[in-house]
């Protein structure tokens, strides 16, 4: 099980930083990702972190923003969101896959997901 926390109001050129703690099962070896969604649009990749924590990939519109990081001893991944915009609005899922090899931009690629934490970024 995820647990996503975090989201909130934040303005234009702000930051925050996401949580996903997992519990029943340990992710220091999952693919780590955060996906959003914004109103009416599908869900997004935005990045993930390899099992090993060794390689980050990242959507073409984080543009060194963002960032994902894994605490191992909390079972814990964050996403540290810096000079947000107004587009960033959107739930923020985090998702979890313990397979070897994964399609990490496919949001089926993942089988565990966290709640959702809104991020509203006003102008």
């Known amino acids: 099980q995820l647990q996503a926390s975090g989201g909130g109001l934040v303005q234009a050129g702000g930051s925050l930083r996401l949580s996903c703690a997992a519990s029943?099962?340990?992710?220091?070896?999952?693919?780590m990702a955060w996906f959003r969604q914004a109103p009416g649009k599908g869900r997004e990749f935005v990045l993930v972190?390899?099992?090993?924590?060794?390689?980050?990939y990242y959507a073409d519109f984080v543009q060194g923003r963002f960032t994902i990081s894994r605490d191992n001893a909390k079972n814990t991944v964050y996403l540290q969101m810096n000079s947000l915009m107004p587009e960033d609005t959107a739930v923020y899922y985090c998702?979890?896959?313990?397979?070897?090899?994964?399609?990490?931009?496919?949001?089926?690629?993942?089988?565990?997901w966290g709640q959702g934490t809104q991020v509203t970024v006003s102008s």
């Open positions: 972190l390899s099992r090993s924590g060794g390689s980050t």
């Open positions: 029943g099962h340990s992710i220091s070896t999952y693919y």
């Open positions: 998702a979890g896959s313990p397979r070897t090899w994964i399609m990490y931009r496919d949001f089926n690629s993942y089988n565990y």
